[in-house]
């Protein structure tokens, strides 16, 4: 057993306390985390509230962030001392698990509304596992599958957003809506969930992102973080009207107005995502007869996320300046845990986040450089190296997709994953870049001459290449592929003027890593083909 201090809720819609407990020893393929912070969510309010039941006394929370103390027998993945973030629980087994949407899990209510007893205090069972962690607590066990490995740079009360709100907000942006640079986005509500999603909408370039807060304050940080106007309520209506209807809407809030307004502001086929959780069944109404016109209501669970691909990809976004969480966040003590809750309740506080131990964390944090405080151009951070590696697979799968016949003309190449092979091979070969006259007629390697014109080289690329529409790491995008050899570059959009592309085919990968590139268009400049020798 392990001795642990939790805040405790005794009753429905009671007050949170902090109470010693004792902690069973995990199971064989769980893990015990020291918490070393932990957020404070909506979705705490609806259980602490009675939403999922009478579950007391019992102890919530579900945005921890901590480091592995041990872990069972059968657990592989993680090890004492990694630092992780936690998400909600799943199966891992079901269809849908299976199918890669493990919010949908058939088991889902039962792993994280469900009434494990982990804790006890003064011998009293306490019920724990609220969204499969009750985060709440210096110390909780979770199984191994709902912690990711996270990096030492990542100061704790960031690690502590991901798991939930942020998750929820930016992955309806990242894996639902989808909404590309011609899109614009509604977005109903500026709590976590909805400036999340306003920081992933601004990622991938989005024309118009329009947010909707009765709070002055929210509506300032929604225009900071990538928002393009901000409205109240009451305003909206009157400030679209005239207007071209939205894309996409998500809708954070869940009430009957709500809901109107995100169907009336839908265009033709457009979809609409609601996520808040309310108790009960919430029933709302909708408008058929605007149904009727191609557009989608879908209901959106954490995002759709798959907890193991996509925290690691809020993780890289973070890295690179592109989901500045700190400006959402207000740091508690954990011995001040009923004060956040009020502060989540009242509005005062966006995201309040616990710290569990000041004596464990201040130095730990002290340690690390935090990004920008808003969102800064990644086209400028990669271009100066200031991408880890690690992160371009993830950067690179939550960008839009682009069509072959956005990238007419020639382009200028810069490598990102200088310690490749590809790379060092290119370097060589003086490398400029690529010339895309067609679909079908691409010089996939154009070269600097020492006379500084440009030169395409078949017999380097063995031959030219063509373009066509596939699927790269889930993504169906614009590719390259080489004529005479098993290569095909894939791209996404960075800018109007830039993408980042990746290489692979076969024998493409060094050490398990694939080779980045960004290309910028260039000026039509005249491209020789060189003779062989």
Known sequence: MTA???????????????????????????ILVRVM????????????????GDRFPA??????????????????????????????????????????????CERFAALNQGAPVDFAAAGEPVTAGWMGQSAWSTHVVVRASSAVAIGEDVPWPVAATLGCGVLTGAGAVLNV??????????????GTTGLAAVMAARHRGLAGIVV?????????????LGATEAHTPDALAAALRGRPQFEAVLDTVGSQDSVDAALGALAARGTCATVALKPGSNRVTVSQSKLLWGRTITGVIEGDADIARDLPTLEAMWRAGRLPVEQLISPYEFADVDAAVGAAR???????????????????????????????????????GRVPQEDLPALWRSLPAVEPAELRGLWRGTGLSTGHAAHRLLTRSRWYGKLFRSDDDVAPIVCETDAGGLVADPVL?????????????????????????????????????????VMTGRGTADAGRSYYFVLERDEDRDVAVAEPD
């Open 177 to 190: 809506l989808r909404p590309g640079p011609a899109d614009s986005l509604l977005v109903l509500g500026a």
């Open 59 to 104: 102890v919530f929370g579900h945005e921890g962030a901590g480091v592995v103390e041990a872990v069972g027998a059968s657990v592989e993945t993680l090890r004492p001392g990694d630092r992780v973030a936690l998400g909600f629980a799943s199966c891992r087994e079901c269809l849908a698990c299976l199918d890669g949407h493990p919010a949908y």
């Open 37 to 52: 912070a932990s957020g404070v969510c909506p979705t705490d309010m609806f259980g602490i509230d009675g939403g999922a």
């Open 461 to 501: 690329a063995r031959g030219g290449a063509s373009f066509r529409r596939m699927a790269h790491d889930g993504l169906v995008t614009a590719a390259m592929a080489y004529d005479g050899q098993p290569i095909i570059d894939c791209f996404v959009r960075l800018s109007p003027d830039a993408v980042l592309g």
């Open 346 to 384: 009242s509005g005062r506080s966006i995201k309040p986040v616990l710290r569990m131990s000041r004596a464990d964390a201040d130095g730990d944090d002290e340690r690390r450089t935090a990004p920008p405080r808003s969102p800064c151009d990644l086209l400028v951070r990669l271009l100066s």
């Open 212 to 224: 909707s807060d009765p709070i002055p304050a929210r509506r300032e940080l929604a225009l900071e």
């Open 4 to 30: 642990a201090v939790a805040a405790l809720v005794r009753e429905r819609g009671g007050s949170v306390t902090l109470s010693d407990v004792t902690l069973r020893a995990p199971g064989e393929e769980e």
